[in-house]
Structure formats: C-alpha cells, structure tokens
C-alpha cells in the first residue's frame, strides 16, 4: 500500500504515526517492558522502520552486525514486509524465525479495515545457544560479512525467551496497543477469529478422511449443536459448529452455493432449538430473514464460516435470556459431567448429583428438554467416542470397551450393533482406510 496510490483525488493518506503517537508509544513501551523486558519496533506498511516508535535498543548487536551491510539490511527489510503481510493478512500476531536465524514476533496494527503498519519485538533466541544453533545461524548468513570469530559472545548478549513466553507476550502487546491507540480492533478479530477457525475446520477436514465419509450430512453432529445451543453452552457449540463445517466442506470442496443452502437449513434447525427453549417465535422469524439475506452476500467460504459462528451466538444469547433459560441451565452440569466422566461406570444417582436435582426431576427435565433419555445420551457419547478409537487406534474391540465405559464386551456389542449396524469389528474393518 504506497503512499504515492492515494495522492490525487483520494484525500490525505493516514499513516501509523497518525494514529499511534509519540506519547502512545511510550507508555506501549513502559507496559510492555515491564512485563516482558523486550524492545519495540514500530514499522510502517512498506516495512520501513518508524523511529519514533521504536524502543533506543531495538537492534542487539547481533542485528546491528547483520545490517552493517547493504545487503544485511536489505534482507532485514524483505524479511519484515513478509513478516507483516502474514500478520496482517491472518489478523493475529505472527511469530517466526528471522533471516539471520533468531526470534521476531510481529503484532499487525490496523484501524478497521486499514493496515497501517506493524510492532515487532523478540530478537531473541528460544534456548541457550549450542553448536547447532551457530551452524545454522552461520548458514543463514552465507554472503554477508560478518562476524566469524565472536558470534558465540553475540549470541549470549541475546535473551533466551521460550516459546510460551513469546506468545504470552505477542497477546499482550495486541491487546496493548489497540487498547491504547483506541484502534478500532472489529475487521482485525474477524481475521483472526476467521484464521483460528478456518485452521480447526482444517483438523476436521483431515479426520474425516480417516473415519466415515459416505454420510453425505452429518445429522448426528447437527443434534449435539442443538443441546449445547439449547443450554447455552457456547465453546461446546462453537466447538461442534467447526466440525459440522468442516464434514461439509470435505464432502462438497469448493462447493460455497451447497454450503449457502446448508447454513441456511442450519439456521431453521437452530430456530427451532432456540423456540423449543423459549425464544418468542416471531423474534426468531425476524432475526432468520435477516440471517438469510445476509448469507446471500457474503462471498467466501471464509466469511462464511466467521458469520455463522456470530449467527449462533445470537441464538445462544436469545435462548439464555428467555423463560426457560433456567431449565437449560439446570442441565448443564449433567451434561458436561457425562461429557467429561463417560468412561466411568456412571449411575443416574451420580449425574443427578452433579446437577443438584433428584433423580425423577433430572430425568423428566433432560427429556422434556434435550428429547431424549439420560441413558440414550450417555450411550451415545460412549458409543461415539468407541467409533473415533476404533478409526484412529490400534486398540482392540475388548480395550475399546473398557475405555469408553462398558464392563461387558457382549453388552458392548449389542449395544454399538443397534446403534451403528455393525458389530465394532466390522465397523473397523468396512471404514478403516489404510
């Protein structure tokens, strides 16, 4: 983005020192350091550095060594401007290592829509420099001149900073700068909610290859979005809601009309739940043409995916705040303490303590509510847990067992066989791909 494209007709170019000042940059610095102990490096959208955002150590002598030549610093440029474009393109903070072979951490600023530059920090080395670490380093460096005879002493001057460390502080530095500058962080979330769930559809994507693909819609996993909807339980939903895209697309790739036509059926069910839990009908019939003419617009499989996610937030804050909100929330703890204990020989006296109701409300509440037993939802969460083992492990049918909560490899048997159609060995042997 060259300043030169918005001369003419455009108006003034907004620049990052318009917006991020000399007086926000200090106190950035001052949280920061405090925290962290790490220098700032402020750069505009070409990748050239912005001095008067930058810390008065920003390049340790290990730098200063690299850009003693032209070369050296022209490598430092090209490896900044990719670095920013990654961050800014993904909208979350972009961790790497640097040219020269040493930590660089890039924190995208931008307001609104508007890239206006980047921070970086780090400069920094994950673990005490070795052997391996100069060789590298020394590789990296082939065609510059530079230091031969010291780099050990160089690089000891570095931090060591873990990884962990590196990505506490890349969060930090975000929520820092836009929380000081008072950017406008709504286009930059979107990317990075967008960049965060596109990679959990991506793991769907790829267990799906190894388990079952002939079922064209995975109906099984729509009616688990229904109960977490209905009890409000939003990482559980969100959770769900990926993998449900993610059969999707693996099924129908490329395919953004198909996946249009099954969100919107997907909105209807997801009505539903949020009626059946007390939401006024007419409300929900508002909100569902509102829904559908927004999904109409979008353009990319992407976008789509982030707006569906928001949809379903809207339908879990609808449910949450309705009559019956109260009933659901009862619920909830029988459901994740099955969710979390399945593998143990539960009782309906152990669930029903877990919710602080007796066993005969329990019972009547989970089925008036979710419609379907305590027992039938119980068996499914073993026996969906028993199909992910059987296709992804080794185990044996009688270990498979024992680990998802049944005592008798009969009863196991007979009980997967109802629900599946096939025996567990026969359900590996027909879907198991080697």
């Known amino acids: 983005m060259s300043t030169d494209a918005n001369k003419g007709n455009a108006g003034p170019t907004i620049t990052l020192k318009d917006l991020v000042t000399k007086r926000h940059f200090q106190k950035i610095e001052s949280t920061f350091n405090r925290n962290f102990n790490l220098h700032l490096e402020a750069v505009d959208i070409e990748g050239h550095e912005i001095k008067s955002l930058c810390s008065a150590d920003c390049h340790p002598e290990f730098c200063k060594r690299v850009r003693s030549s032209k070369i050296g610093v022209k490598r430092c440029h090209q490896d900044r401007l990719r670095s920013l474009n990654l961050s800014i393109e993904t909208g979350q903070p972009y961790i790497t290592l640097c040219h020269a072979g040493i930590v660089l951490a890039c924190i995208p600023i931008m307001d609104g829509s508007l890239p206006l530059g980047g921070m970086f920090f780090g400069k920094c080395i994950w673990e005490p420099a070795d052997d391996s670490l100069e060789r ?44 000081t500058a008072d950017l406008d962080p709504q286009v930059i979330q979107w990317r990075r909610q967008r960049s965060m769930q596109q990679s959990q559809i991506g793991q769907v994507i790829q267990e799906t290859k190894l388990l079952d693909s002939e079922e064209t819609y995975p109906y099984e996993l729509e009616c688990q979005l ?43 069910v997801l009505s ?48 949450y ?29 152990d669930i029903a303590k877990a919710s602080y109701l007796s066993v005969s409300r329990l019972a009547h509440l989970f089925r008036e509510e979710m419609g379907v037993t305590i027992v039938d939802y119980l068996t499914n969460l073993r026996i969906n847990h028993a199909k992910r083992m059987l296709l992804t492990s080794d185990s044996n049918c009688t270990r498979v067992c024992y680990e998802v909560g049944y005592n008798n490899q009969s009863y196991f048997t007979r009980v997967f066989k109802q629900i599946a159609g096939l025996t567990p060995r026969q359900f590996r042997q027909q879907n198991k791909r080697q």
């Open 136 to 179: 590298d380093i020394e590789k990296r460096l082939t065609g510059l001149r530079v230091f031969r005879q010291d780099m050990d002493q160089v690089l000891e001057r570095l931090p060591i900073v873990s990884a962990r460390r590196i990505q506490e502080a890349a969060e930090f530095l975000y929520v820092l700068i836009y929380q």
């Open 272 to 319: 539903r739940a949020a009626a059946q839990g007390g939401v006024p009908i007419n409300n929900l019939l508002n909100k569902n043409l509102d829904y559908i003419n927004k999904v109409m617009t979008i353009e990319t499989q992407e976008d789509i995916c982030v707006w569906i996610s928001h949809a379903l937030d809207d339908f879990i804050e609808s449910v």
């Open 321 to 349: 705040n309705s009559q019956d909100a109260r009933k659901m929330s009862q619920l909830k703890p029988a459901i994740e303490f099955m969710q979390y204990n399945y593998a143990q020989p539960l009782t309906l006296a």
């Open 226 to 268: 229904i109960a977490k909807t209905k009890i409000g339980d939003r990482t559980g939903a969100k959770e769900i809601l990926n993998s449900l895209l993610g059969k999707i697309m693996f099924h129908n790739p490329g395919n953004i009309n198909l996946l249009k036509a099954r969100l919107v059926e997907l909105l209807s």
